[in-house]
């Protein structure tokens, strides 16, 4: 298996993962969906709310804000001591106390305080209520580990999908160089270089095979490479886009031993 990173940003990566089957590729994208946890609110104690927004509303709206998670410090509330219970070990406080004046204003996650400053909104612009003259939210939320597969509020990520590598294939003995295919083409893959058709950036490719219709001469063939595949991964902020990928691989690497140490011991 070989991996190629083909960007890194602060909140996404690409990269190329070769020499796996399908299955393989599914199960590390569900991985990364489900199984690896992040913190979220997950219980809200409203002291007083005079905003025109319910309190259950509120609650939901609070759970929906990514939070920065750093795994080492925290227990999953059902490994913890505490039995589920809550405590300063696998449980962050959050408060919010926030009063308009003489005019309206909105309310953002950036004025949630924590008890831990590693735990944090991952953005401070998320809007949460707008409060009208002299209204009031007072609030304290408990933030714990969860998982995706437990509620979609614990996923790390925005987004995780791969695509097969495309492979783009012109036949020069059929080429008219007419240059058709290079004007169809959305994502500019094909284009003319001195009188013949090259292939530029051919990983944005997108399968579409606008290309094959559009060549009378049948010159162009679109393919993919079978035990390749892109991954674009987008973190909600929760945690690093690489420190998702590579746990989430530890934690796949983990559940394929456990179904072969039960296969083994048949
Ligand atoms: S449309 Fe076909 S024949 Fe025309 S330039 Fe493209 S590959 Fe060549
Ligand atoms: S399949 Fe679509 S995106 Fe790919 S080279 Fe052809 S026209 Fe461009
Ligand atoms: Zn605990």
Do not use: W
């Amino acid at each position: 298996m070989e991996i190629t990173i083909i960007h890194k940003g602060e909140n996404d990566i690409h990269f190329l993962l070769e020499g796996i089957d399908v299955a393989f590729a599914n199960a590390l994208r569900r991985t990364m969906l489900t199984r690896l946890p992040a913190m979220s609110i997950d219980e809200v104690l409203v002291l007083e709310n005079t905003s025109v927004m319910y309190d259950e509303m509120l609650a939901h709206r609070l759970g929906l804000i990514p939070l920065t998670t750093v795994l080492e410090d925290y227990n999953m509330p059902d490994e913890c001591d505490c039995e589920g219970k809550g405590c300063s070990l696998c449980q962050c406080t959050l408060t919010l106390e926030k009063e308009a004046g003489d005019d309206d204003i909105m309310v953002y996650s950036r004025d949630l305080s924590s008890q831990d400053p590693k735990v944090v909104p991952a953005s401070g612009d998320i809007p949460l209520t707008k409060l009208a003259p002299h209204q009031r939210v007072i609030i304290e939320a408990y933030a714990r580990l969860g998982r995706g597969v437990e509620n979609a509020k614990f996923q790390p990520v925005a987004t995780v999908a791969y695509k097969y590598i495309p492979l783009v294939t012109v036949d020069k003995s059929k080429c008219t160089a007419c240059g058709d295919c290079v004007d169809v083409c959305p994502k500019k893959i094909l284009r003319l270089d001195g009188g013949k058709i090259a292939t530029q950036n051919t990983l944005d490719c997108n399968l579409c095979e606008a290309c094959v219709d559009e060549c009378e001469p049948g010159a162009i063939t679109i393919d993919s490479k079978a035990d390749s595949f892109l991954y674009r991964v987008e973190s909600t902020g929760a945690l690093p886009p690489k420190e998702i990928v590579t746990k989430s691989a530890e934690l796949l690497k983990e559940r394929i031993q456990v179904a072969l140490d039960f296969a083994n011991s048949l």
